[in-house]
Nanobody
């Protein structure tokens, strides 16, 4: 059974940093691109960042570009999201997912096997 476990969320002041981790078990995702999405209360889930299966290419939403960095350790079957310069508008539940479907890296429809998410709260 495939399981994705996100961790590393928490409460941080504006301008602070957090590092999220997404550990996969039950299946290796080393051959899949991986993405991070987030969902704020009463808003739709939105794309944050993605990384190709090789790790050579990364993609970011304009709202996080220059502040967030996605990376992966295929040997550990883990994907990371380093978040710096956090803002109150970054407050959301953050999810990771493998890109197992067709579509662009930015399209939520291309992603499957969602985890439970990890809460990130940024205070002003």
């Amino acid at each position: 059974q495939v399981q994705l476990v996100e961790s590393g969320g928490g409460l941080v002041q504006a301008g602070g940093s957090l590092r999220l981790s997404c550990a996969a078990s039950g299946r290796t995702f080393s051959s899949y691109a991986m993405g991070w999405f987030r969902q704020a209360p009463e808003k739709e889930r939105e794309f944050v960042a993605a990384i190709s299966w090789s790790g050579d290419s990364t993609y970011y939403a304009d709202s996080v570009k220059g502040r967030f960095t996605i990376s992966r350790d295929s040997a550990k079957n883990t994907v990371y999201l380093q978040m710096n310069g956090l803002k109150p508008e970054d407050t959301a539940v953050y999810y990771c997912a493998p890109k197992a479907g067709s579509g662009t890296y930015y399209s939520i429809a291309a992603y499957t096997y969602w985890g439970q998410g990890t809460q990130v709260t940024v205070s002003s």
